[in-house]
């Protein structure tokens, strides 16, 4: 079982950044598909970004394009774990939410339309724009 912990999130004033980190249990030559979701009371959760870290493709919802950024670090030790970014730039109201980290076994998460049935999932960690 995979354990995802998020953090980052905090309150911030519209036009500010963030950078959200999800660090991941699991070894860093794992090949997943990993993403960030995002989920306000009362509305469906929203897949935002994702990244397969077999070859790196990386994929935006078009509500977020230009301004968010995944990333993701393997570490450079032999019994390192995969960490999960995403930077936040020019944050607006609207970015208020809880903000996901998810995690699905190979590739296809990545490939198909972008949903939140990801086998794996963080607690959560809140962005606050005012």
């Known amino acids: 079982h995979v354990q995802l912990v998020e953090s980052g999130g905090g309150s911030v004033q519209a036009g500010g950044s963030l950078r959200l980190s999800c660090a991941s249990s699991e070894p860093a030559f794992s090949r997943r598909c990993m993403g960030w979701f995002r989920q306000i009371p009362g509305k469906e959760r929203e897949g935002v970004a994702r990244l397969y870290t077999g070859d790196g493709t990386i994929d935006y919802a078009d509500s977020v394009k230009g301004r968010f950024t995944i990333s993701l670090d393997t570490g450079s030790q032999d019994n390192s774990r995969n960490t999960l970014y995403l930077q936040i730039h020019n944050l607006q109201p609207e970015d208020t939410a809880m903000y996901y980290c998810?995690?699905?076994?190979?590739?296809?998460?990545?490939?198909?339309?972008?949903?939140?049935?990801?086998?794996?999932w963080g607690q959560g960690t809140q962005v606050t724009v005012s």
């Open positions: 998810a995690a699905d076994p190979g590739w296809y998460a990545c490939r198909r339309t972008f949903k939140a049935d990801f086998a794996n």
